[in-house]
């Protein structure tokens, strides 16, 4: 009887690892099945590599989790907890009789008992089915994805896209055996010299490519054609003429072909890098950087510099501008950028120019740039930065303040005389006490703070203190008077003489103003006049450059307009009002593209009707030869078309893709066509409108 519940129990397990086994496989193969068509599909892969990596990948995970292997106490618990029947005693089966007590015997007998009268414990078969059908399901979608898409590859056009085709397909002449050609790259690159089996070119500009042809059988001439033009002769380097060969150094892209006996081939494309400038990206400064009174006179640089191959040199080239008028100075330096290497492809540079050091006075004004070498002598620059160095001079000056033309207040002239004031209490420091220079310092505190307010009127600032309004309110007959107690209690800020007296630009600077003042002042109350005098030079810089703004002015011209009669209003009689009327003879422009647009309604028609427009189509052709000379990859394959198209003399052997292929470049080359002027119709009059205009007739009447 002990031996009868081991048994069952472990015939159990071996159940159990069987389906797992299997639950495991089934999913096994419809991940892959699933994984294995996606990858084939977006990355063209071979199937059965993706279906070997999947298999390596969840194998890997399969011989982690082990599901051959079961645990008979984890099963008993089970057991217990699907079937109260057992009365959680199923671990009692797997114990030894001699260690059981009596009581456990007993229960060990019931135990066996309940679980002879349950059918398939396990219910392998229900549970089976989830995994079957996910796989089936996996594995048909699968097949119908991939039968679906080798039906769309077969119906496509076997002639490649003028925008997918990369690299073109070749076609050799059959009297070419072996092709090796050789690409030495410009010193410039620092790259080696590499050889390929294809005559397709892509090289960087000015390589030197070296063609060494091997042909199969003796040829009389062999030449090579660029772009269409004479074709050239190509020398051979045996007697027997079985080997030739050609040099050539590159400029631009375009395209060539082989002429075997005078016989053309396919076209090959000649596809060049082109080297590129140096890129300049400057972060900071800004286009202008003003140094005020107190800032220290130095530009920081912040720019990054790279190319495509190798930078030789930077530098940036400084000007400085002194003088005014016709006195004006200029000299320029040539600073080399610190920490340059030369050969690296990315510089950061990040330099600081002492305008000191670079002998700047106040007044001056330095306009500096960055220049880049590459490996190629190509050189680039960047925008030119201008920073200036504030003349507080020539903000104390009175000069520009004397205008016949004053828009601004008398009281813009007070911030000099702050100034003034404050330079002269930092004279006196050492001679007063520091209580007197702390109370004149905080009374300049006060009339910066007055002046500020003077200021923040023009820009609807509210004051400091409020005002007393009850002897306006006194009268008891303006007790429910709701005008005269909102003009009490209100501001009125934005009326209609301050909304229109200043522009934005204005009102922007004269907040600005207001942020130096505040600024000012908190350094006077601080008694630290020194730390508050780079803010009175910034706001009287800013004030004077509002002086200078004024300079400009309109003056109104009066007109005088005559009084419209009244008798001839609405009666639309325009018979007195000529038109100017200017006849000019002005020849028809030519469009060059009007070719290639008649071409694309030449090829929509019957090919019996194309040799009628043979001219025609040679223009066209010219439009797409020029396309390919400047981007071959992408539509060299429509000019081998095309030429098919108009070599073809005989209607049936014109294929439907090269006719599709030819049209998809001419709807890329051509550019839109602009929008025509066109006479509007005038709107057809109706009952009510007749009746409109015979009413006014009849008023005027």
């Known amino acids: 009887m002990a031996e009868q519940g081991a048994t069952i129990l472990s015939t159990l397990c071996r159940s159990w690892s069987r389906y797992r086994v299997l639950r495991d496989l089934l999913y ?14 977006f990355s063209g892969l071979p199937v059965w590599i993706t279906v070997v990596v999947c298999l390596f990948v969840l194998t890997a995970w399969w011989m982690l989790r082990k599901p051959w292997k079961t645990n008979p106490q984890l099963l008993s618990r ?4 699907q079937y109260p029947l057992l009365e959680e005693s199923s671990q009692l089966l797997l114990l ?9 015997q007993l229960q060990y007998q019931r ?3 309940a679980l002879e009268q349950i059918n398939d414990p396990l219910q392998i078969k229900r549970r089976l089915r989830w995994p079957i059908g996910i796989s089936v399901i996996a594995v048909a979608a699968s097949l119908v994805f991939t039968r679906l898409s080798f039906t769309a590859n077969n119906s496509k056009s076997p002639v490649p896209s003028t925008i997918a085709s990369g690299k073109l397909p070749e076609k050799r002449p059959p009297e070419i055996a072996r092709v090796q050609l050789s690409i030495q790259p410009p010193g410039y690159t620092q790259r080696p010299v590499r050889e390929q089996r294809e005559l397709s070119v892509r090289a960087e500009t000015g390589s030197v490519l070296h063609w060494t042809i091997h042909s199969n059988r003796p040829i009389a001439q062999l030449q090579i054609a660029f772009n269409g033009q004479k074709p050239l002769a190509m020398h051979p ?18 395209f060539y072909q082989l002429l075997v006996a005078g016989k053309p081939s396919d076209l090959y494309q000649l596809d060049i890098i082109p080297d590129l400038v140096p890129k300049i990206t400057v972060s900071s400064p800004g286009a202008v950087t003003i140094i005020d009174y107190g800032e220290p006179p130095i530009v920081a640089i912040a720019a990054t510099i790279s190319d495509d191959y190798a930078l030789q040199d930077a530098a940036i080239v400084a000007t400085i501008a002194s003088g005014s008028g016709e006195a004006v100075k200029f000299k320029e330096t040539l600073l080399p950028a610190a920490g340059f290497k030369q050969g690296s492809r990315v510089f950061e540079l990040r330099q600081r120019l002492s305008l000191q050091q670079l002998g700047m006075q106040p007044g001056d004004e330095l306009y500096f740039y960055i220049r880049a070498n590459d490996s190629r002598r190509q050189e680039s620059r960047s925008d030119v930065l201008i920073a200036r160095l504030t003349d507080t001079a020539q903000l104390m000056s009175i000069d520009g303040f004397a205008n016949t033309l004053n828009l601004k207040p008398d009281y813009f002239r007070s911030q000099r005389q702050i100034i003034i004031e404050t330079e002269q209490l930092l004279r006196d420091k050492g ?29 609807g600032d509210e004051a400091e203190s409020g005002d007393e309004h009850g002897d306006e309110l006194d009268n008891p007959a303006d007790f429910s008077n709701a005008d005269k107690v909102r003009d009490a209690f209100t501001d009125k800020h934005d009326n209609a003489e301050d909304a229109t007296f200043y522009d934005p630009e204005t009102k922007k600077q004269l907040r600005a103003v207001l942020g130096q003042m505040w600024d000012a002042e908190l ?15 910034k706001a009287l810089r800013l004030l004077k450059d509002l002086q200078q703004q004024s300079r400009v002015y309109v003056a109104k011209a009066s007109f005088k307009v005559h009084p419209p009669d009244p008798s001839k209003r609405l009666s639309g009689d325009l018979s007195k009002i000529d038109l100017p009327y200017i006849k000019k003879q002005s020849p028809a422009p ?17 090919a019996n009707t194309w040799k009628s427009e043979e001219p025609v189509l040679r223009e066209a052709l010219q439009l797409v030869e020029q396309a390919a000379i400047k981007n071959p990859a992408r539509y060299l394959n429509a000019l081998s078309a095309f030429r098919r198209l108009m070599n073809t003399t005989e209607p049936n052997n014109i294929h439907a893709a090269d006719i599709i292929l030819v049209q998809q470049c001419l709807q890329q080359v051509l550019p839109k066509p602009q929008r025509q002027p066109s006479i509007r119709m005038a709107p057809v009059r109706t009952e009510t409108s007749n009746q409109y205009f015979r009413k006014l007739q009849e008023a005027k009447l």
């Open 96 to 104: 030894v009789p001699a260690q059981k007590s009596t009581l456990q």
């Open 590 to 606: 030519t469009d060059p593209n009007e070719a290639g647009r008649m071409a694309l309604s030449i090829l929509s028609d019957s």
């Open 78 to 81: 089970w057991l217990d907890q």
């Open 28 to 41: 096994t193969l419809a991940i892959c099945a699933v994984v294995s068509v996606f990858v084939r599909h």
């Open 111 to 113: 135990t066996l008992q």
């Open 523 to 537: 350094k006077l109350r601080l008694f630290t006049p020194q730390e508050a005098l780079p803010f009175e030079y």
């Open 431 to 459: 001679a007063i006490g520091t209580d007197s220079f702390n109370n004149k310092s905080n009374s300049l505190g006060t009339d910066q703070k007055l002046l500020r307010l003077r200021y923040g009127k023009f820009l």
């Open 237 to 254: 380097s045996t007697k027997d003429s079985l080997q030739w060969e050609y040099t050539y150094t590159t400029d631009s892209s375009g």
